[in-house]
């Protein structure tokens, strides 16, 4: 068998592109989700899990995996200054996360060039627009407010492929591939 068509049999996975924070700012992040869970109750969110999606491509099989690795490895980004300085909570999915009060010019263009690249390997992306965010608890008791959290600035020189697996223990998720940005 040659290898597009191995690409082609290889089975759908779940995947998205994501900006993963280093441990440092895992444990900040963890810090900040452990102060608003004991005033708001709610699921947290594993520290190995936490994260920011960049653009979500959903069941991808092996040949649009490929194609979309290729166009991340064309993308010229450069890298940005992120500040983790807002929170927010959406009611439906009773969410609680932080995320820039101000997107970075570099942010809106990287996610944005990810997702078209990704409907150009075929993938049908959702259409809400994107918000970026990082989800600490979810199925929260009682809103509140994020005040617990400092301003968290994050500099951001990479991101990443994620797979997603829904296992009876809850998601789990794993890094496939990472790219540097400002590279060239
Ligand atoms: P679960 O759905 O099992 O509760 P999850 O939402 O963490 O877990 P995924 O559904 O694989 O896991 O989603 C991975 C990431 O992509 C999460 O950050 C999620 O918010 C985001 N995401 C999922 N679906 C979409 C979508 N349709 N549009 C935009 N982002 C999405
Ligand atoms: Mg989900």
Known sequence: MSA?????ESPAERLFFALWPDDALRR?????????????????VSAENLHLTLAFL????GRQRACVEAMADALHC???ALLLNRSGYWPRPRVLWIGPAVMP???IRLAAALRSGAEGCGLKLDASPYRAHITLLRKLARPAQAAACPPLNWPVDRFVLVRSRTLPE???YEVVREWGLGRG
């Open 28 to 44: 900040q992040l963890t810090q900040c989700r452990d102060a608003l869970a004991a005033r708001a109750g709610g699921r947290p």
């Open 105 to 107: 010019e570099a942010l």
């Open 58 to 61: 959903g069941r991808t099989d």
């Open 78 to 80: 450069p890298p940005f």
């Open 170 to 172: 809850g998601v789990e």
């Open 4 to 8: 597009p068509e191995r690409e082609h």
